[in-house]
């Protein structure tokens, strides 16, 4: 007996390879990071992401190294509405560059789950800098609905031992509609805090002393070991 031979439509072959090549650039999309090395920004960070950078001399030996804020651009964390508003689910990558005496930046920490990730009511504005050799994190969440509350959160992290720490936190936050809220400021090297109440619409209270603590001594925190919220 004779087996007939298939014979497949060219165009389907076609749409076959099309889907196959859809696939497989869509895989090198979602497989793409950040480099190890580089001399600049561009060459450190794939093309289409989004990102925020900081300069400044996190390891005291006078040469500015780099913090970067780099934000995926895989469009399948990606969300649109009704009225066009696009949702961009992906998450920032927090990476830590220093610089060489040849001028080359080196990757020194990438983190990839401790920056929070939006959803359709909460977002967060998410920034770096160096200051006075500390990486200082600012993160600012916005909430559309379910609560009335405005908060920003700054995390100070100095490098010692070959890693940064968490040596201090300022916490913001106030009620939207009555500008009543609190300020706070917490020393983990000192193992001390103090809170100052606030009005975010009246400066009457700008003058009221602060109220001193003590928070419970324990080891610092190391970056990376915690969500930043």
Do not use: C
């Not at 010692?160 to 300020?183: K, M």
Request: aromatic letters at 12%; glycine letters at 6%; charged letters at 25%.
């Amino acid at each position: 007996m004779f087996r007939q031979e298939q014979i497949i439509p060219d165009h389907y072959i076609m749409k076959t390879k099309l889907t196959i090549i859809a696939t497989f650039m869509s895989l090198s999309l979602s497989a793409q990071t950040l480099s190890q090395t580089g001399t600049s920004v561009k060459e450190l960070v794939p093309e289409g992401w989004t990102v925020q950078e900081a300069w400044g001399d996190l390891y005291q030996n006078g040469r500015d190294d780099l913090v970067l804020i780099a934000t995926p651009n895989d469009s399948t964390k990606m969300k649109a509405r009704d009225d066009g508003y696009v949702y961009d689910f992906n998450q920032p990558i927090l990476a830590v560059y220093y610089m060489s005496e040849e001028g080359d930046l080196i990757l020194h920490e990438q983190h990839d789950d401790i920056i929070p990730v939006r959803d359709e009511y909460v977002s967060y504005d998410v920034s770096a800098e160096v200051k006075r050799g500390n990486l200082v994190i600012t993160v600012i969440p916005f909430a559309s609905a379910g609560s009335y509350y405005s908060s920003v959160y700054e995390y100070v992290f100095r490098h010692q031992n070959d890693a940064f720490y968490l040596i201090g936190l300022d916490i913001e936050s106030f009620a939207r509609n009555t500008g009543d809220g609190e300020r706070i400021s917490i020393n983990y090297l000192t193992h001390k805090q103090w809170t100052l109440p606030i009005n975010a619409f009246d400066n009457s209270k700008d003058n009221e002393k602060p109220k001193w603590s003590s928070v419970p001594k324990e080891p610092l925190k190391r970056l990376g070991t915690f969500m930043l919220e």
